[in-house]
């Protein structure tokens, strides 16, 4: 977690253009707050986190969920069962007086919110706001849509979109915050371009806006899209959307063009209403383009949080040659010439923290001095978890001749997810299978912010396997890079642009299918990973400063939230400072 320092910082002003209003689904904003499922909110969490170390005038919104995504169980064989993640925002937050209603199948929905004061480095707050619909007066039903994160059906998740997007709108102007900037981050705060544009025509349902009014509201919104499929991106069929937003604003949406194959599409609304947008990864940026031909989409690279994902040992480490890392991530890159014994150290110290929860959950004694590759994420298919066990008998080999090989996998599926919970169970099935004196192999259960942490810092290699081109980024091997552990990935999302073969880890070779990636695979831990593990501590120690200094100093939310402020947030301001400058020069 964060730490905290007297020393005086100042600053650059931002314009005094007004706030930034952030809309996100999910938000991992406390360990204790399960109010994420997985990196989209770790994502917000983490951006969040920086907005506040850096000043930038903003605040957040998101719903409360009060029962969490869900805690996850798993049985001997591997099959996954949920529980509710229940929990009382009044241990963390504070409840504001105001309340708003929102319209939902024709009924009055109210909704109050509870505050979360973020703090950041030096003092500067971002505050949350939870949205919550369990209030006396509303229905059972009602009470329960800020209930469960991505539960429900498609009909639950319009009636939460409406609560977050055109709710959180009207929370924004109960509250009195004077926002001039709404960020939203994918697709599932769109529909706040309507209660945006209604406000402009003057707050009813009714009527034809005109090119001045869309122009106003398409100058105060940015969007952030995180989905690189068509099938990912939330859609509600014509039916519902009349059911449940109301005739009238259904054909508003169709004569505005929000629909797109007889589908209400958040992303092509939020698109429309947007005069900037972006992708979260270079590769993802060209294929949103390619769904979405009609819209220029930038590209900002997502980061991580650095003092959250950082273990405390190398924490230490980096305070005592570095600094000023936590200031600016960039002078990371000084890691470049740390010494390499106090490397290998800093890193034995994270291993052996993991090994020994490793043990403390399910009794498995793993061995310190062992190669450890760590695979953790949310499970879905196209991420192919299984993909390193294409040909066992090879992999049992490597491990036979690299004297011992570990594998720690965790991870949840979504629980209406059944090809996700069979992936689950098959990973458990060939792990109890495969294991024996040298190859061990471990699936650890409810996978979160916490056990994310610990794994990223403990192993000495970050497996991802992703199906291109379905991975947008992927922070997971950010959070790993911070820490000196190098990634053995498919070149999809982040890694395409934080890869150096045998410099920062390496890469599997793109192949027709997926034995021939798999064999590639196979030679990189054969032929690189393996050899140079244990026969050249020196030059791994090397490859673990490069991670941290070419990779660590360039993905995370410092210089992330830096972009957002210059291109997507404040862009005009910032031309008018270029210009000023560049006639003050010329004089």
Not at 263 to 280: K, Q
Not at 444 to 449: A, I, Q, S
Not at 464 to 485: D, I, Q, W
């Amino acid at each position: 977690m964060q730490s905290t320092s007297s020393r005086p910082f100042s600053y650059e002003p931002f314009p005094t253009a007004g706030v930034v209003a952030y809309f996100s689904m999910e938000i991992a904003i406390n360990p204790g707050m399960p109010t994420y499922s997985g990196g989209l909110g770790v994502l917000a969490g983490d951006t969040l986190r920086s907005a506040a170390d850096q000043g930038v005038p903003l605040v957040a919104f998101t719903l409360a969920h009060r029962k969490g995504y869900f805690q996850q169980h798993l049985d001997s064989q591997g099959v996954q069962s949920e529980e509710v993640q229940q929990w009382n925002p009044a241990d963390f937050c504070t409840e504001e007086p105001v309340r708003i209603t929102v319209s939902v199948e024709d009924r009055v929905v109210q909704v109050r919110c509870w505050r979360y004061d973020l703090v950041g480095r030096y003092g500067h707050v971002v505050p949350i706001y939870l949205l919550d619909t369990d209030l006396d007066g509303n229905s059972g039903w009602d009470r329960g849509l800020t209930d469960h994160l991505y539960g429900g059906d498609t009909n639950y998740r319009l009636q939460q979109e409406i609560v977050l997007g055109m709710g959180g709108v009207r929370m924004v102007n109960a509250l009195g915050h004077r926002v001039n900037v709404y960020h939203m981050n994918e697709g599932h705060a769109a529909l706040l371009t309507l209660a945006l544009l209604e406000h402009q025509m003057g707050g009813g349902p009714i009527g034809a806006p005109t090119e001045a009014d869309l122009a106003l509201v398409r100058q105060r919104c940015v969007f952030t899209t995180h989905t690189p499929v068509p099938a990912g991106h939330d859609r509600f069929s014509i039916e519902q959307t009349i059911r449940i937003l109301g005739g009238d604003r259904t054909a508003r949406l169709e004569k505005l063009g929000c629909y797109r194959d007889g589908m209400l599409n958040m992303t092509l609304l939020a698109l429309r209403f947007s005069r900037y947008a972006n992708a979260v990864a270079m590769q993802h940026a060209k294929v949103s383009r390619e769904m979405f031909p009609e819209f220029p989409i930038d590209s900002i690279t997502n980061g991580v949080h650095a003092p959250t994902w950082v273990s405390d040992p190398v924490q230490k480490l980096l305070d005592t040659h570095v600094p000023a890392w936590r200031r600016d991530n960039l002078y990371l890159r000084n890691v470049i010439d740390l010494p390499e014994n106090e490397m290998l150290a800093t890193h034995a110290q994270a291993k052996r923290a993991l090994l020994s929860e490793v043990a403390t959950r399910t009794g498995r004694m793993l061995k310190d001095d062992v190669l450890t590759i760590g695979f953790a994420r949310r499970v879905a298919t196209y991420k192919r978890a299984t993909l390193l066990f294409t040909d066992p008998e090879r992999l049992v080999e490597i491990a036979n001749k690299a004297g011992g090989l570990q594998i720690i996998y965790a991870g949840k599926a979504h629980p209406q997810d059944e090809p996700g919970k069979a992936l689950i169970h098959k990973v458990v099935e060939d792990a109890a299978r495969l294991s024996g004196n040298l190859l061990q192999i471990v699936y650890l259960e409810n996978y979160d912010w916490a056990l994310g942490a610990m794994m990223t810092a403990g192993v000495d290699v970050w497996l991802n396997t992703p199906k291109r081109p379905y991975e947008a980024s992927g922070t997971s091997g950010m959070k790993a890079a911070l820490n000196g552990v190098p990634s053995l990935s498919i070149l999809d999302g982040w890694w395409i642009e934080g890869c150096i073969e045998g410099f920062t880890g390496w890469a599997i070779e793109d192949g027709a299918n997926d034995a021939e990636e798999a064999t590639s695979l196979y030679r990189k831990l054969e032929a690189a990973v393996v050899p140079l593990y244990l026969s050249d501590r020196t030059h791994w120690a090397r490859l673990m400063r490069n991670t941290i200094a070419f990779n660590g100093s360039y993905f995370n939310t410092n210089r992330m939230v830096k972009q957002y402020t210059r291109n997507a947030y404040y862009p005009v301001q910032l031309l008018q400072r270029v210009k000023v400058e560049e006639e003050q020069l010329a004089v």
